[in-house]
């Protein structure tokens, strides 16, 4: 690659590429270690179109803050479908993007958490498997009833934001050169001029934003949030596409006053605070008590939400508790492992038993094959040590 970021750079900075948070992971971003991973890979792979699958052609304009989601997430019904199909499995990259929040094709939420396991998936792994949790390799297609809960979701609102974002996707690979930093500086300014007067506190506050944040794009200090990049869109009613690529003349003569506008965007785009008065002793009681029943949850984060408060600022006011209760989360995840290999080495053995009947040899690769048709989880490792059991049992008679 030519750089020597990675081996000179301090062990965190190695550690965050491999994706301590799937934000900070350079490579699906819009910076320079982006550009440097496409142009190495492209050069092994002897491709010209990989940045396609990244954000970098919109480097110069969209900001990396915020980008994309805390850790991946998918579509459990896409992923089914095309396994069912005998299509590619794939992570879609508008999955990524921080605003969307459901797959506009099925109408439910994106998954950001195995249901077998509980654990977020890693952005990139030693093995990949994609559509398989790179913790306990279970399929993700499996549909939790989290998932299915689509209340507090603005159905339109995320259809438009899908919608569009995918447009910004779609037309990457016919843009030629990058679009230049100064675009949405013009493009905003024409934006208040034409819709506020060239008033531009007014056309911040249309867009539910400060006036230090427009003047910051006016004045080339930051580049645009993804966010704020919607809500300019949503309320001037033009396409984010045609913003970025400067394409607003279809627009001119549509300039409207701007205290007869459309509403802003929806609130889940703004950064709200609830400040509630937590009674520690009563929280202290209920954590207590969930470790004396013994039915505790998998995940940490499953028992911050039973008592309703942030995992993090949770570990913070009780942690000497907090390290007894993650001790008790990691054997029951330790069990259900044990659970689910018991199982699965069940199948194994049902298809070693198949793979004698007909009389392939009872090798690693045959089983894998034979759970493979029978829609079964094929994990080798597991096969292989059920098959030295079976060889010593065999030995031993």
Not at 28 to 38: E, L, P, Q, R, T
Request: net charge positive.
């Amino acid at each position: 690659m030519g750089r020597r970021y990675l081996v000179e750079g301090p062990a965190t900075k190695w550690n965050s590429f491999l994706g301590a948070a799937y934000r900070h992971v350079p490579i699906n971003g819009v910076g320079s270690m982006a550009s440097d991973w496409i142009r190495c890979l492209e050069e092994l792979t002897l491709r010209n179109d990989l940045r396609n699958l990244t954000m970098t052609i919109w480097s110069n304009v969209v900001s990396p803050r915020e980008l994309f989601h805390d850790k991946p997430g998918w579509c459990p019904t896409c992923l089914n479908g095309w396994r069912d199909t005998s299509q590619e499995i794939r992570e879609s990259l508008i999955w990524s993007l921080r605003p969307v929040q459901m797959c506009d094709l099925h109408q439910q939420r994106l998954s950001f958490r195995c249901c077998h396991c509980g654990l977020a998936q890693r952005p990139l792994c030693v093995s990949p498997n994609p559509g398989y949790c790179s913790h306990c390799n279970d399929w993700l297609g499996t549909v939790s009833d989290a998932d299915n809960e689509l209340e507090g979701v603005d159905l339109n609102w995320q259809s438009w934001v899908t919608q569009n974002l995918g447009q910004i996707l779609s037309v990457a690979p016919n843009v030629l050169d990058k679009p230049p930093r100064t675009r949405i500086q013009i493009t905003v300014k024409q934006l208040i001029d034409e819709r506020c007067n060239g008033n531009s506190a007014a056309f911040a506050k249309q867009i539910g934003r400060r006036k230090n944040t427009v003047w910051s794009w006016l004045n080339l200090e930051h580049r645009i949030r993804i966010s704020d990049l919607l809500a300019v869109c949503y309320w001037a009613r033009v396409s984010p596409t045609d913003l970025l690529l400067g394409n607003l003349r279809t627009y001119v003569g549509q300039s409207t006053l701007f205290n007869v506008v459309r509403p802003s965007p929806p609130s889940e785009l703004e950064k709200q605070r609830h400040v509630r008065r937590l009674d520690k002793n009563d929280i202290k009681t209920q954590l207590n008590a969930l470790l004396a029943s013994g039915n505790v949850p998998p995940t940490w984060k499953e028992v911050a939400a039973l008592v309703n408060i942030d995992r993090v600022y949770l570990r913070r006011l009780f942690p000497e508790l907090s390290k007894l209760i993650v001790a008790e989360c990691k054997k029951v995840r330790t069990l259900q492992k044990a659970n689910r290999d018991r199982a699965r080495q069940a199948d194994i053995r049902v298809a070693i038993v198949e793979a004698r009947k007909r009389g392939l040899g009872a090798s690693r690769r045959v089983v894998a094959s034979i759970l493979k048709e029978q829609k079964k989880i094929g994990d080798f490792l597991l096969i292989s040590a059920v098959l030295r059991e079976e060889s010593l049992f065999t030995n031993f008679i």
